[in-house]
């Protein structure tokens, strides 16, 4: 090859690597120099042990399955502050549930709370044009002390094994099952957002909504129906918080909002609406578990954790606001 061809490739990289958006490989970028240093650093204390690595996406699982309703809510240009509260309403209702009248009725017990909860945000954000902010803030005190004032602060122990093994706390087979609860959320909203018209209907509603409407969206049943998604979703994850610890807890889920938005905006999903990834969202959500877990590995107590999590917030949002 000639000393000019040779420089005529090399001049076709440089221009096809300049070319390439570095911003939608971020996530991707951040979870394997994360991964690099978590790896290098604490190589001593387990952290590459396949017990650790399966424990991070245990950890996250629940985090992963709420970030995907969240994801749908941010794409419409959206929020939803009220998914942990909802998480934790959900385990102690589908405690009680169980305990009185067995294994069915707590499942629906669980889901009917984020069906009405995700029905009464859809309802007040979408017909009487309230902000979302502002309705799932306020939802996010009801649903908590709502759990709190039924429970009386206390643990609702989950004795049905069943229930237990289903919702997060055994395996199937050589697969831990919240891994499975996970993938299966990740994969049916990736399909759902990329790949079907209500998918494409909630971009182009968080897009632009006027220019939606006048294709003909209905705007107000897709924010309906995104918020009502979000609900039921939570209370899936607050099913699998109790299966897994095989109790409802009113603190379950307490603080899942802040790491969801996290996941969801760290994955690519743009704050202001018209645009989203799920499976952005699920490299979001594995990216703050790795981060938790290095730190646990490292020593750090809980509230220095929250400040590197707060971190991570600040720099997900300074990211979405260059897109």
């Not at 049943?221 to 099913?239: E, K």
Request: glycine content about 14%; overall charge positive; aromatic content about 8%.
């Amino acid at each position: 090859m000639s000393t000019a061809a040779v420089s005529k490739s090399t001049s076709s990289t440089a221009a096809a690597i300049g070319r390439l958006d570095w911003r939608r490989y971020v996530i991707y970028i951040g979870f394997a120099v994360v991964f690099a240093f978590f790896a290098v650093l604490l190589r001593d204390d387990g952290f590459l042990s396949p017990t650790n690595l399966l424990n991070i996406f245990r950890q996250t699982a629940t985090i992963t399955v709420i970030a995907v309703g969240m994801t749908f809510v941010i794409a419409c240009a959206q929020i939803d502050l009220s998914v942990g509260s909802v998480a934790g309403l959900s385990s102690v209702c589908a405690a009680m549930a169980i305990a009185h009248h067995g294994l069915v009725a707590g499942v629906v017990a669980g889901l009917l709370v984020g069906l009405v909860i995700g029905s009464l945000n859809g309802a007040l954000v979408s017909l009487l044009g309230i902000p979302s902010f502002l309705v799932t803030l306020g939802m996010l005190g009801v649903a908590a002390g709502l759990a709190q004032w039924i429970t009386a602060s206390a643990p609702q122990p989950i004795l049905d094994d069943t229930f237990n093994l289903l919702f997060g706390g055994g395996n199937f087979g050589p697969v831990p099952g919240l891994l499975l609860w996970s993938l299966v959320f990740v994969v049916v909203g990736a399909v759902v957002l990329a790949k079907t018209r209500f998918g494409r209907q909630v971009l182009a509603t968080g897009g632009n909504r006027t220019a939606a409407q006048f294709t003909g969206v209905n705007t107000r049943r897709i924010t309906f129906t995104v918020m009502l998604l979000s609900g039921l979703v939570a209370s899936v994850a607050g099913m699998l918080y109790a299966g897994r610890l095989e109790s409802g807890r009113f603190q379950w889920g307490a603080g899942d909002e802040l790491s969801a938005i996290a996941a969801v905006i760290l994955g690519g999903t743009s704050l202001f609406g018209g645009a989203g990834s799920v499976v952005g969202t699920l490299m979001g959500a594995l990216l703050i578990g790795l981060i938790n877990n290095g730190l646990i590995l490292a020593g750090l107590d809980s509230s220095q954790q929250q400040v590197v999590r707060g971190v991570i917030i600040i720099l997900a949002v300074a990211l979405a606001r260059k897109k």
